[in-house]
């Protein structure tokens, strides 16, 4: 069955860098574009980026452009999120997820066209 398995996650100060890996199986991965959210405690979750399926085109919420990139490894099932400069706000639980439809065309931001979801892993980020 499809799985997705987030890793990665810790304790970080203000300033520093974390790489979350998703790690994926089920599915070919070189056909599904992924997304990465994330949840803070009392709201829910918020797109963080996502790269398409053939790794042509990558996008960013506002929050994390010029210091998050995303980038994808077919060959190891794996896709990256580079956290860099990182800030207090950043705290958050941070999920990999798999877009429905293989070779979707475009970017989606929108929770309901991502229905597979890993069970996260806690980023925690000190002033």
């Known amino acids: 069955q499809v799985q997705l398995v987030e890793s990665g996650g810790g304790l970080a100060q203000a300033g520093t860098s974390l790489r979350l890996s998703c790690t994926t199986s089920g599915f070919t991965l070189s056909q599904y574009g992924i997304g990465w959210f994330r949840r803070t405690p009392g709201t829910g979750p918020e797109f963080v980026s996502a790269?398409?399926?053939?790794?042509?085109?990558?996008y960013y919420a506002d929050s994390g452009k010029g210091r998050f990139i995303i980038s994808r490894d077919n060959a190891k099932n794996t896709v990256y999120l580079q956290m860099n400069s990182l800030q207090p706000e950043d705290t958050a639980v941070y999920f990999c997820?798999?877009?429905?439809?293989?070779?979707?065309?475009?970017?989606?931001?929108?929770?309901?066209?991502?229905?597979?979801w890993g069970q996260g892993t806690q980023v925690t980020v000190s002033s």
């Open positions: 790269i398409k399926w053939d790794n042509s085109s990558t």
């Open positions: 997820a798999r877009r429905f439809s293989p070779l979707s065309a475009g970017f989606d931001s929108l929770l309901t066209s991502y229905p597979f």
